[in-house]
């Protein structure tokens, strides 16, 4: 799976930073609430969760946002099948990412399957009889217009708009309402004007709501299909 690596280097906290964008990849506070606040509360999930709902995302990472969703699935005891598709430049390898999850024990065992089948170097993952997770290698400008399904949910996922903007342009946004159902919604940690601004240019009605712990504020989208 890892045909262009990211470059790592680990803060004093453990937490993995990149060394091309200079941002960490979760929270130095508590990653894991912050994903569930922003990813999830912020997609009205677990509450939406049916058979057949997809969430995708704009950067993988280390695997967090996957985990938390598979967690959130499995305690909701959601009947049905789960669907996750990731869209990733810079994927970490199975080494760096079981080293980045190791912060979060609660998670240890739906880890384990999750690198072990990384490690396989598929970009298609049965991770469990009824989640499928499929990552879409690339820069996502290119990718994502050419996928052939629709998000219920989007998590999006990238580094600071400041410091990674390709991955948050007006052009990258309509491609992710081009590629939304109906009645889906988006979340993101950013509340950056641009952002918001493009994501209600591209067909979102866009929310700036609190943010997680050091972070004022976060965005919220949710998308208006155009009537008939």
């Not at 999930?45 to 950067?59: I, K």
């Not at 946002?65 to 869209?87: I, K, N, R």
């Not at 940690?189 to 918001?196: E, I, N, Q, S």
Request: proline share 5%.
């Amino acid at each position: 799976m890892q045909d262009q690596h990211t470059d790592l280097k680990w803060d004093d906290n453990g937490v993995p930073v990149s060394s091309r964008f200079d941002d960490p990849y979760f929270s130095v506070d508590n990653g894991l609430d912050e994903t569930q606040h922003v990813l999830l509360g912020g997609n009205d999930l677990p509450a939406r969760f049916c058979d057949g709902f997809h969430v995708a995302e704009l950067g993988f990472g280390t695997g967090l946002g996957f985990l938390t969703t598979v967690q959130a699935w499995q305690e909701a005891g959601t009947l049905g099948h789960l669907y996750f598709t990731s869209f990733e430049a810079f994927p970490l390898t199975a080494l760096e990412m079981a080293r980045a999850l190791s912060a979060f024990p609660e998670l240890t065992e739906l880890a384990g399957p999750l690198v072990d089948q990384w490690a396989v170097k598929t970009q298609l993952i049965q991770y469990a009889p009824n989640v499928t997770l499929k990552v879409v290698l690339g820069d996502a400008r290119q990718t994502l217009p050419n996928w052939s399904s629709k998000a219920d949910a989007w998590y999006l996922d990238g580094f600071s708009p400041a410091k990674n903007p390709e991955l948050w342009t007006p052009e990258l946004m309509q491609a992710v309402a081009d590629h939304t159902t109906p009645t889906g919604t988006a979340a993101t940690y950013t509340a950056a004007g641009f952002v918001r601004r493009g994501l209600r240019d591209a067909g979102f009605q866009v929310e700036r709501i609190a943010g997680y712990g050091r972070k004022r504020h976060m965005t919220v989208a949710k998308f208006e299909a155009a009537s008939e």
